[in-house]
């Protein structure tokens, strides 16, 4: 009979559920979303009417390992042919740890919508490297389907911060 009881003691114990962890068991860096938004500015340098630019960004980033996945959206107005910019698309970028200071090397391109008597649409891309994670310098190729200044070259600075903090599975 101690037999039977102590049977139906572990059949009972092994019925129980397991309470599981509310995060499950991973190998690798969990991917984390961010928020990104700053200032950039730079200068039309060749190809169009040379003049300066100034505006904003904003972005939606995944970021795991050292691989960076994204979209953005920036603002900006063009003093060279007196107007204003827009482009959106994708971003990519690979991040490069140093003891002393993160580099990320990315590119990031799309559509592009300039306002004004020469406005019109057109395709944008653009090559940056991030330095501290939050200073970009780029060059951004810009044709843009109007009368003039379709063509255009333009380097700048970008300074952008996380608005949020940061969510998704390797959030904490």
Same mark, same amino acid.
Request: charge should be positive; avoid cysteine; proline fraction near 5%.
């Given at each position: %009979?101690?037999?039977?009881?102590? #049977?139906?003691? @572990? +059949?009972?114990?092994?019925?129980?559920?397991?309470?599981?962890?509310?995060?499950?068991?991973? +190998?690798?860096?969990?991917?984390?979303?961010? @928020?990104?938004?700053?200032?950039?500015?730079?200068?039309?340098?060749? $190809?169009?009417?040379?003049?300066?630019?100034?505006?904003?960004?904003?972005? $939606?980033?995944? =970021?795991?390992?050292?691989?960076?996945?994204?979209?953005?959206?920036?603002? !900006?107005?063009?003093?060279? *042919?007196?107007?204003?910019? &827009?482009?959106?698309?994708?971003? !990519?970028? +690979? +991040?490069?740890? #140093?003891? #002393? %200071?993160? !580099?990320?090397?990315?590119?990031?391109?799309?559509?592009?919508?300039?306002?004004?008597?020469?406005?019109?649409?057109?395709?944008?891309? /653009? &090559?940056?490297?991030?330095?501290?994670?939050? *200073?970009? !310098?780029?060059?951004?190729? *810009?044709? =843009?389907?109007?009368?003039?200044? /379709?063509?255009?070259?333009? &380097?700048?600075?970008?300074?952008?911060?996380?608005?949020?903090?940061?969510?998704?599975?390797?959030?904490?």
């Amino acid at each position: %009979m101690r037999h039977l009881a102590l #049977s139906f003691a @572990v +059949i009972a114990v092994a019925a129980v559920p397991a309470r599981a962890e509310p995060r499950g068991f991973t +190998i690798g860096a969990r991917p984390v979303w961010f @928020v990104t938004g700053g200032v950039t500015t730079g200068g039309t340098v060749a $190809l169009a009417d040379r003049g300066a630019l100034f505006g904003g960004e904003l972005g $939606l980033v995944r =970021i795991r390992d050292r691989q960076v996945v994204g979209v953005y959206v920036d603002g !900006l107005y063009d003093f060279g *042919v007196d107007a204003a910019l &827009v482009t959106a698309g994708p971003e !990519l970028a +690979i +991040i490069r740890r #140093s003891p #002393s %200071m993160p !580099l990320a090397l990315g590119v990031d391109g799309g559509g592009a919508l300039r306002f004004g008597d020469d406005g019109g649409l057109g395709a944008t891309g /653009r &090559v940056f490297l991030t330095v501290a994670g939050a *200073v970009s !310098l780029y060059g951004r190729y *810009v044709f =843009i389907d109007g009368d003039a200044d /379709r063509h255009a070259v333009q &380097v700048g600075l970008t300074l952008k911060f996380p608005l949020a903090a940061p969510f998704g599975a390797g959030a904490r």
